[in-house]
């Protein structure tokens, strides 16, 4: 199995949240009120658990939330170039060629020069790809069911709304996609 390209991150990440094999003392420990009452601190403390989760469920499905990224982009266009996909997922261009050589060995996805530019690679989805990308949507389907269980459907649809607001003030690439849906 191969490991993830950012396995310094997900270290820090993991060294981060409460240790999994200590949940009786993860539920005894108190935080103080002032960083319950930061909302930012909630965002990184949720964001770091929810990355937890789903990087386990990918590992137990043998997936890596890396091809799920690029396969989803994959999804909306039927070619893409390296660099288009690098920009929009902010992705070094150098790790992308690598995630991209592990996609094309397990037959997900397929690169061809570019007949009207050979500098460039487009890159396109095949059938196993969408298999795969079917695969990882479940997966995601089900960590977001599972962490998002206490709130109902209007609670999530409004948490997603404001969440998504927040993303589109610090990021002009959500900002594009939501008028592209509008």
Wanted: a negative charge; hydrophobic letters at 40%.
């Amino acid at each position: 199995m191969r490991t993830f390209n950012d396995t310094e991150s997900y270290a820090y990440s993991r060294m981060a949240s409460a240790p999994a094999e200590a949940p009786d003392q993860a539920k005894s420990a108190r935080l103080p009120q002032e960083l319950l009452g930061s909302t930012v601190f909630l965002l990184k403390r949720l964001g770091y658990t929810v990355k937890e989760r789903a990087v386990s469920s990918y590992v137990l499905a043998g997936c890596n939330p890396y091809h799920y990224s690029v396969l989803a982009l994959l999804a909306e266009g039927a070619q893409e170039t390296q660099a288009a996909i690098a920009d929009a997922l902010r992705f070094d261009r150098s790790q992308l060629v690598g995630i991209l050589d592990e996609l094309e060995e397990d037959g997900m996805v397929e690169r061809r020069r570019d007949p009207n530019d050979r500098r460039r690679h487009l890159v396109s989805m095949t059938a196993e790809g969408k298999r795969a990308l079917a695969r990882q949507r479940a997966i995601i389907k089900r960590i977001e069911d599972e962490f998002l269980e206490p709130l109902d459907d209007a609670s999530r649809e409004a948490l997603h709304g404001l969440l998504l607001r927040l993303a589109m003030h610090h990021d002009a690439r959500f900002a594009a996609e939501s008028n592209k849906s509008a």
